[in-house]
């Protein structure tokens, strides 16, 4: 869903995506975060992409689990806080992107069994998982304090690790599948190049 998209990319200003951690269950995984924000810089030069950490640790402590805004409505509120409206103005940040999701092994099947002889050691035995990745970021402006759009993705794939001797993990790429496809649909919105 896209509400109010940026007509010729965002420009000269910044742009900085962070992982919701606010779940007692789970939390947005920081590799994931640093994926995407490498994808997008990868792709599109012009986009400045601030580093999650440097971010939070720049508006410490605003940005931390139990104080960051749940809301677009909350920035208002934020911005009023001179500190934190001097270090956006510096950073020139303009789109906030929070991502909220993880990935998951969603059943396993298989054994294996290792051991170590006078003839040497080795491994027999089959393995099989599933990993389900579910991701959805959604973007805020800091110009206009509200949600511009919403994207999501998902990616679901099937691991397998046969070993005779020696285990070999066949292992399937679903972080970086939701990851490419959480930073494509980024583009689309940000870039002035697509």
């Known amino acids: 869903m896209v509400f109010n998209a940026p007509v010729d990319g965002i420009g000269d200003a910044s742009v900085v995506i962070l992982g919701r951690r606010h779940a007692s269950d789970y939390e947005t995984e920081p590799d994931f975060i640093e994926c995407v924000g490498d994808h997008i810089a990868a792709r599109d030069k012009a986009i400045t992409v601030v ?19 749940l809301y677009p409505e909350d920035l208002e509120k934020l911005m009023q806080q001179a500190p934190v409206a001097q270090r956006l103005a510096e950073m020139r940040t303009q789109y906030m992107i929070w991502i909220d999701g993880s990935t998951i092994r969603t059943d396993s099947a298989g054994s294996m ?18 990993n389900d990745s579910d991701y959805e970021a959604t973007i805020w402006d800091f110009t206009n304090r509200a949600e511009v759009g919403r994207i999501n993705a998902t990616a679901s794939g099937q691991s397998y690790m046969p070993a005779v001797v020696v285990p ?27």
């Open 51 to 69: 580093s999650e950490l440097d971010f939070i640790n720049a508006l410490y402590p605003w940005f931390e689990p139990r104080t960051a805004p």
């Open 113 to 130: 069994t290792c051991g170590i002889g006078p003839g040497g050691a080795g491994c027999f035995g089959f393995g099989t998982w599933g």
């Open 168 to 194: 070999i993990p066949i292992i399937a790429p679903v972080q970086g599948t939701a990851c490419d496809s959480v930073g494509d649909q980024l583009l689309k919105f940000l870039s002035s190049e697509h």
